[in-house]
């Protein structure tokens, strides 16, 4: 799949935001909210806690190569045969900073990327003319009618999903969907064998404030039986990769792309987890700091784990676009 990182997705603000009226800038401070020098989101009742700013853009693009990478492909559902073909029409929940819609809707130009996200901070100079972004929360309802996509992605989003919205969410994602189109869900396990400041700030500190706040860390274990929950889908696939950040299980430029993404997401959230650890931020800093040498000199890994399933078809509605294009 090429290179593991690539600088050609970074955040660049456009010459329009630069220019923005006064109204505007009114709206985006209301709609963002800064703590420690960090851009958060500023959604009632929405459990995602890290930021939405350039460093947190980075962060994701860098992550999305890094997934890429590890799984050397961009998703694992059956749909590669679809995806040229016009009229495709595709959903990513949770798009964050549109590294993969960005990435999908560049490598097959003739299907229509929808990213969907609580804030609107995805690239506009090199935004792909076939994506277009919709401001939204999935946990409020997907606000697409029924049998509308050909494939819905999401990943990631353990992080802003609470255990009972789980359902929810994958039933409504089943109602978008056509029959005969695919759903893929990908979540990640927290980390195994990690060392001391490793453990305290991941295996306690970050499943704690998940804990508090009603999210799920060990949601990778259940997107299996999520889907199997649902009677409108079949053919469900689960596929899982082992991933470590030590030195000696992998090349250099894969531990430290792993390890880095950690630790950038560790800073990306010290405002809220130093009250969660209840340490200063010079005491965090020097958690972050040894946690690092720990996951490149240790046997630390996590899990990455795909679920896929098709809608089925019946006997009313067979003329799918994804079955017209086989």
């Not at 505007?24 to 800064?34: D, G, L, V, W």
């Not at 997907?142 to 919205?165: C, M, S, Y």
Request: charged residues 25%.
């Amino acid at each position: 799949m090429g290179c593991l990182l690539s600088k050609k997705c970074v955040f660049i603000k456009s010459t329009q935001e630069d220019n923005i009226s006064s109204d505007s800038q009114n709206k985006k401070q209301t709609e963002f909210r800064y703590i420690d020098g960090r851009r958060f989101h500023n959604v009632e009742n929405v459990v995602y806690h890290f930021p939405n700013d350039e460093d947190e853009a980075d962060r994701l693009h860098i992550q999305h190569f890094l997934i890429r990478y590890i799984w050397q492909s961009n998703f694992s559902a059956p749909v590669e045969h679809i995806l040229s073909k016009p009229g495709v029409k595709i959903l990513d929940i949770g798009c964050g900073a549109a590294s993969w819609s960005f990435d999908i809707a560049t490598t097959y130009p003739l299907c229509s990327v929808i990213g969907l996200d609580i804030s609107p901070y995805q690239p506009t100079q090199i935004k792909p003319r076939n994506f277009e972004f919709i401001k939204a929360n999935a946990l409020e309802g997907l606000p697409f009618a029924d049998n509308t996509f050909d494939f819905v992605f999401q990943r990631f989003v353990f992080v802003g999903f609470t255990i009972e919205k789980w359902p929810y969410v994958i039933s409504d994602i089943v109602r978008v969907l056509k029959p005969g189109g695919y759903v893929e869900l990908c979540e990640p396990s927290n980390v195994f064998d990690g060392g001391p400041a490793t453990q305290r700030l991941l295996n306690y500190g970050e499943a704690e404030l998940f804990k508090k706040q009603g999210g799920d860390m060990d949601v990778y274990q259940k997107l299996e039986k999520y889907l199997q929950d649902q009677e409108q889908l079949e053919n469900i696939k689960k596929e899982m990769k082992q991933s470590y950040f030590g030195k000696k299980h992998n090349n250099l430029e894969l531990s430290k792309a792993n390890t880095g993404n950690v630790i950038n997401g560790l800073v990306s959230i010290k405002p809220i987890l130093t009250k969660t650890l209840q340490v200063s931020d010079e005491e965090y800093d020097e958690l972050v700091k040894t946690c690092e040498k720990e996951l490149l000199d240790l046997d630390t890994y996590f899990y990455i784990v795909r679920a896929y399933a098709s809608k089925v078809i019946d006997d009313n509605n067979n003329e799918s676009i994804i079955q017209n294009n086989l």
